[in-house]
């Protein structure tokens, strides 16, 4: 039986790995995914500089006429930085590997990214640095299938079904940069703070040290359930006084972060790239949005929608980063199905089926 329930678990899991490789091998380095690659190589230097993309000239990186805004203002504007404005915790944990495949460019074992012209061809480099982002992404549902059978038994292997009708939004989890850590440190907390684990804390910390902004703002829901969480945000204190001493601007983060804003046409992206429709978000808003009638009895799960809400939708429409949306849809549906009851009035239907 424990067999079974295993494999119950395991079956969309593999469906979810073997759609996300499927979408990756059309799928050249992302722009953002080259700068964490980039920062990840060259550490303890967080310099960024737009040259990336116009001197070293990666051919399928390179930016390329008919985008919605001025891009190359916009790569000034997010990536001529002296100090890249996210701390850089998740670059020196990917640092081994990328050290790794780094080492075997340089003796010829795989091209170099900029080698690459190819415009629908995953690099070699890109496949072995997106399997981590996957790994990340199984471990997060991992935990979140821990966490929700802790707290509602068997309901949590329904954590899969929000998945399942959006599925193309997979093709954001992949990627290799900030995101996939921060959504896993994310998880990891809420499964630690359920089992009253001090790590907790520790991992708090690891949180709000992968990615600033919705990083910081990932710590409200954990505050809802245990406000000493709080003190997680100390741990950005060497960071913040990094960037004073290489910037000489104690709100540099805030100067950088504002003339970004103007630059966003996101309104032209939701509506050209279709996101809505070609990704079953209605079905998934079908499924999940209800959790907000028990918002009493799950503040910080609502309190995670909204935040994830505002970053697929507010920040600059983008697959990558309404993705985000799997996580949460994972753990409130199951939520909102036991409050239901359905597993027990299924059973009766069925027995009185039986009994016919």
Not at 65 to 88: A, N, T, W
Not at 125 to 147: A, D, G, H, Q
Not at 154 to 180: E, K, Q, R, T
């Amino acid at each position: 039986m424990k067999r079974l329930k295993f494999l119950i678990w395991l079956f969309p899991l593999l469906i979810f790995v073997v759609t996300m490789y499927n979408q990756m091998i059309y799928v050249p380095m992302w722009q953002d995914e080259y700068v964490f690659y980039r920062i990840t190589s060259q550490l303890p230097n967080l310099e960024v500089t737009t040259d990336w993309f116009y001197v070293d000239n990666p051919k399928t990186l390179t930016p390329s006429d008919g985008f919605p805004v001025d891009r190359k203002e916009l790569f000034h504007i997010i990536y001529d930085m002296p100090i890249y404005m996210h701390s850089p915790l998740a670059n020196y944990i990917s640092y081994p590997i990328v050290r790794v495949v780094n080492l075997m460019a340089d003796n010829g074992t795989l091209p170099r990214i900029e080698n690459s012209n190819e415009l629908h061809v995953q690099e070699p480099i890109t496949l072995i640095l997106r399997l981590v982002s996957i790994v990340l992404f199984c471990l997060s549902m991992w935990l979140i299938y821990k966490l929700l059978k802790r707290k509602i038994g068997d309901y949590a292997y329904l954590y899969s079904i929000p998945i399942f009708v959006s599925i193309n939004l997979l093709g954001g989890i992949y990627n290799f940069y900030w995101d996939a850590f921060m959504l896993f440190f994310f998880v990891l907390t809420l499964y630690l703070m359920e089992r009253k684990s001090k790590w907790a804390y520790l991992t708090g910390c690891f949180l709000v040290n992968t990615k600033l902004v919705i990083g910081i703002a990932l710590l409200i829901p954990l505050i809802i359930k245990n406000k000493k969480m709080a003190f997680t945000l100390l741990s950005l204190i060497p960071f913040y006084i990094a960037t004073v001493v290489v910037t000489h601007d104690p709100l540099y983060l805030i100067h950088h972060l504002f003339p970004q804003t103007s630059q966003y046409s996101w309104m032209y992206m939701f509506w050209t790239n279709n996101i809505i429709w070609h990704n079953g978000l209605i079905l998934f808003a079908i499924l999940t949005i209800p959790i907000f009638y028990y918002a009493k009895k799950y503040p910080e799960y609502i309190a995670t929608f909204v935040i994830l809400l505002f970053y697929a939708f507010g920040l600059g429409v983008s697959l990558e980063k309404i993705s985000s949306l799997l996580y949460i849809g994972a753990l409130v549906f199951p939520l909102f199905i036991y409050e239901l009851k359905l597993f027990p009035k299924i059973k009766m239907a069925w027995n009185t089926v039986l009994a016919k």
